[in-house]
């Protein structure tokens, strides 16, 4: 049994939020292992309870459609989200929820070990990028301990406000040249010029 299936046996008998007993099923994640790029979303929606399987809905249909735009499928990479059962009526997740699920994303990121995260919406956003504004810092990345955190808007938003569909596309398109260059550029040999294009 791998680690992330052990994690996922853990992450569905936990009980700490009163959401838990409002969920269908759980949803811990899913993709390849060993992914250099893990996507974090923010909460599983309808679909996705339903199913166990995050970005299933809608907006995972134009996640997909993104990963294909840099030659990608979505069983090449991992997709998560800050919490792993859904809010009832798909509120927003609330604080006690992030922190008591804190726990299961950071063991997820040790196990995957990704080159790159890549956050989709505020709330993971907030996770890595503590008081900075969305619409500021999308598109931008910044290098810490060899994995790159890069701001994206949450493909949702799209759906919502088909203005930002554009913004999403060009900061997906940027992806493939980021990791091209911190392959180029290990963090031990590069320069404060070299590194400065990963600054927020």
Request: glycine share 6%.
């Amino acid at each position: 049994m791998s680690a992330l299936t052990e994690l996922y046996q853990e992450i569905a008998r936990c009980q700490q939020c009163g959401i838990a007993k409002t969920r269908n099923r759980v949803v811990p994640g899913e993709g390849a292992e060993d992914a250099e790029i893990l996507f974090i979303g923010e909460a599983p929606g309808w679909h996705e309870d339903q199913q166990g399987r995050p970005f299933v809905g809608p907006a995972g249909q134009y996640l997909d459609e993104l990963l294909a735009l840099i030659g990608l499928k979505r069983e090449q990479v991992y997709i998560a989200n800050v919490i792993k059962c859904r809010p009832a009526a798909n509120r927003d997740p609330l604080p006690v929820e992030i922190r008591n699920c804190r726990q299961w994303l950071e063991r997820q990121i040790e196990i995957i070990s990704p080159r790159m995260i890549v956050t989709l919406g505020r709330y993971s956003m907030a996770m890595f990028f503590s008081g900075k504004s969305i619409s500021k810092i999308h598109g931008t990345a910044q290098k810490r301990n060899d994995v790159i955190y890069y701001a994206m808007y949450h493909p949702a938003a799209a759906l919502h406000q088909g203005s930002l569909r554009q913004e999403i596309e060009a900061d997906m398109l940027k992806i493939p040249s980021i990791l091209e260059q911190a392959r180029a550029i290990p963090e031990t040999e590069a320069s404060p010029q070299q590194l400065k294009m990963f600054e927020v």
